[in-house]
T-cell receptor, first 112, second 117 residues
Framework: GQNIDQPTEMTATEGAIVQINCTYQ??????LFWYQQHAGEAPTFLSY????GLEEKGRFSSFLSRSKGYSYLLLKELQMKDSASYLC?????????????FGKGTKLSVKP | GAGVSQSPSNKVTEKGKDVELRCDPI?????LYWYRQRLGQGLEFLIY????????KSGLPSDRFSAERTGESVSTLTIQRTQQEDSAVYLC???????????????FGPGTRLTVL
């Protein structure tokens, strides 16, 4: 079956760096996505990894190790507006061509 | 339109009633997805459309749930004889589907918050 794990909640300080981990167990891995979801709003796309390594995009970076079934999202220079839930999602080959299996999300609180 | 839109934004209904939720995907997006998000939970896949066919209905929780799509546009998710456990935010997403890049992400609508009393 499919299983995606990420911490339920994290707290960090404005200006700091935080790393949100995601581990997954799935067959037919075809990419991992990170989404940001502010309370009461739709998820918005942050990053995509399909090969091992680090993808950097401004203050946000995402890392993938397929052999370990592990990814992390790194947020630098935290701002108050980064307080949100961060969703890890895995896409699989076969079955539905595009559906994503989501983790339960990590609620990040950024404090002054 | 510029983004995925959904209506209504909020729906309160009584147990046992039927509800219809609507999704307008981004123009040109052939793939459309419905998800459910219960309070404090992750997104739960319900159904996926490629054009107006649904190759994957595996996520529909019961036969009270059904969905249709007209061509490559509007989709309607219908829940019959609603139950309190159906209360959730129902999210719709779209992307280019087949023919799109492997990195083609899904773009989400704002969701419909359904409350069953």
């Amino acid at each position: 079956g499919q299983n995606i794990d990420q911490p339920t909640e994290m707290t960090a300080t404005e200006g700091a760096i935080v790393q949100i981990n995601c581990t997954y167990q799935t067959s037919g891995f075809n990419g991992l996505f990170w989404y940001q979801q502010h309370a009461g709003e739709a998820p918005t796309f942050l990053s995509y990894n399909v090969l091992d390594g680090l993808e950097e995009k401004g203050r946000f970076s995402s890392f993938l190790s397929r052999s370990k079934g592990y990814s992390y999202l790194l947020l630098k220079e935290l701002q108050m507006k980064d307080s949100a839930s961060y969703l890890c999602a895995v896409r699989r080959y076969g079955g539905s061509q595009g559906n994503l299996i989501f983790g339960k999300g990590t609620k990040l609180s950024v404090k002054p | 339109g510029a983004g995925v839109s959904q209506s209504p934004s909020n729906k309160v209904t009584e147990k046992g009633k039927d509800v219809e939720l609507r999704c307008d995907p981004i123009s040109g997006h052939t793939a459309l997805y419905w998800y459910r998000q219960r309070l404090g939970q992750g997104l739960e896949f319900l159904i996926y459309f490629q054009g107006n066919s649904a190759p994957d209905k595996s996520g529909l929780p019961s036969d009270r749930f059904s969905a249709e799509r007209t061509g490559e546009s509007v989709s309607t998710l219908t829940i019959q004889r609603t139950q309190q456990e159906d209360s959730a935010v129902y999210l719709c997403a779209s992307n280019r589907g087949f023919g799109g890049a492997r990195t083609d992400t899904q773009y989400f609508g704002p969701g419909t918050r359904l409350t069953v009393l």
